[in-house]
């Protein structure tokens, strides 16, 4: 097939440059997308520091991918070239274990195929999404509903779902008391996705500095948790807390706000192992869970609640050639709260 032009990070730790590379001949069940939106997830940043370890250079990040298909296999039937489709963190899996049959690709026995930073079938590394195009089987593909933007609906694919999926999952909704741990790409989402399932919701943040923008998404409260007498008010008051931080941070002191049969959801991937006391467990029956993103079924199924809801991610749109200072400006916490690349920007 025809060159691919995209950015990528050559070695771990060095800016993203741009890099051109062949993506795979279009098969009877594959299409071929044109890609208009990517979002930047924190991940990114991760894999391409190779922060996590075992990544693949070269790597092109973006596994938050909206765009318009333009050709298809002779096979394909779940969509037809001008429809608006979305790829999300995986573009395979092994499609006969349990997880796979059940629509939980996400937790496939042998392991999903990662959009970036993976191995397809051929052992092939897999590019994301900060390029031009992309080749994906019908499998995985996504249908972005039209009364989504498709730049706000882009980080739906990661940030979307994996705020959707565990609330869903745990049932959280009216009546129940949810907090929100930190308030950035993931818990920005937590937060409308909570306040739109009936929950009320308090985001829990370092400072007061987003205080406003939390009233504005929809929390019913919101606590600076720098100070003692902030962990003891709200000792044994919520039935959920969702954990979007990234950062190391102490779980402790958040399980003592839960409870009695209360469920701390880690969402959040730390990169350095945290450790949890044993009581703040056992001595209120509490759970400590996690959960990565969703299914195909399930994100289209948050894709379709979205366009009824009218939700999207709030985004700010960057050019490609601006990635390096996205990704110094996502370290500050500097974005509100997700940054979504324009495409179009890499043919100019």
């Known amino acids: 097939m025809g060159v691919t032009n995209g950015y990528a990070a050559m070695k771990a730790g060095e800016a993203l440059q741009p890099f051109s590379f062949e993506r795979r001949e279009v098969g009877g069940k594959d299409v071929l997308i044109q890609i208009a939106y990517c979002g930047v997830c924190h991940s990114d940043l991760h894999q391409a520091r190779d922060e996590w370890g075992g990544a693949i250079f070269p790597m092109v990040p973006g596994h938050e991918i909206v765009g318009t298909v333009v050709k298809i296999g002779a096979d394909v039937k779940k969509v037809k070239e001008g429809d608006m489709v979305g790829v999300g963190c995986f573009v395979d899996s092994c499609r006969t274990c349990p997880a796979c049959l059940k629509g939980d690709e996400q937790y496939c026995a042998t392991g999903m195929i990662l959009t970036y930073n993976g191995l397809d079938r051929q052992g092939q590394p897999t590019y994301g999404g900060y390029s031009n195009q992309i080749v994906v ?28 999926s565990p609330l869903r ?22 937060v409308k996705f909570g306040k739109a399932f009936g929950a009320d919701v308090t985001v829990l943040s370092r400072n007061d500095r987003k205080k406003a923008e939390a009233e504005r998404l929809g929390a019913k409260d919101f606590v600076a948790m720098g100070g003692l007498n902030e962990s003891s008010r709200l000792t044994g008051s919520f039935d959920f807390i969702i954990d979007t931080a990234s ?17 701390y959801i880690m969402v959040g991937a730390p990169p350095e192992p945290l450790s949890i ?18 299914g195909i079924r399930e994100t289209q199924e948050m ?39 324009d495409l179009a920007s890499l043919s100019r």
């Open 137 to 164: 089987d019908e499998q995985y593909l996504l249908t972005i509903p039209p009364a989504l933007a498709p730049d706000g609906a882009a980080p739906l694919l990661c940030a979307g779902i994996t705020t959707y």
């Open 247 to 263: 950062a190391e941070h102490d779980l402790n002191t958040g399980l003592t706000l839960l409870k009695t049969d209360g469920t």
């Open 277 to 294: 006391m044993g009581f703040g467990l056992v001595l209120r029956r509490r759970r400590l869970v996690g959960s990565l993103i969703g």
């Open 169 to 190: 999952n745990w049932g959280v909704g009216k009546g129940h008391r949810l907090a929100v741990v930190g308030l950035g790409g993931l818990g920005h989402m937590a």
């Open 303 to 341: 894709l379709n609640y979205c366009a009824d809801k009218g939700i999207v991610c709030d985004i700010e749109t960057v050019k490609i050639q601006e990635i390096n200072e996205a990704y110094e400006r996502m370290l500050k916490g500097d974005v509100r709260f997700r940054f979504v690349i």
